[in-house]
Nanobody
């Protein structure tokens, strides 16, 4: 089955940017629905950005205009560009393949905005 490994998180000041990467192995992600989720302690995981198999994208209202999801099928990777970060974006970020189905998730990468 597919394995997902996120990277690129870190600490950043308000208004700053980060680029998260999700490297997939064991299977392809290109033709599947996939996306980015985030979670803070004691809160439910929430969807941030989605990327369908046909390349179409969707975003949570809270990140529209600030976050951009993209994929590189040749590298079997998914990315999330985070711009204009606010303290409310502080969370553990996870990438997922087929979240509504088999639900493969990585272990996450922490983003802290202060």
């Amino acid at each position: 089955h597919v394995q997902l490994v996120e990277s690129g998180g870190g600490s950043v000041q308000v208004g700053g940017s980060l680029r998260l990467s999700c490297a997939a192995s064991g299977d392809t992600i290109g033709r599947y629905c996939k996306g980015w989720f985030r979670q803070i302690p004691d809160k439910e995981r929430e969807g941030v950005a989605g990327n369908e198999g046909d390349g179409s994208t969707s975003y949570a209202d809270s990140v529209k205009g600030r976050f951009t999801v993209s994929q590189d099928s040749a590298k079997n990777a998914l990315y999330l560009q985070l711009d204009k970060l606010s303290t409310e974006d502080t969370a553990m970020y996870y990438c997922a393949r087929d979240p509504a189905g088999a639900g493969y998730y990585g272990r996450g990468t922490q983003v802290t905005v202060s």
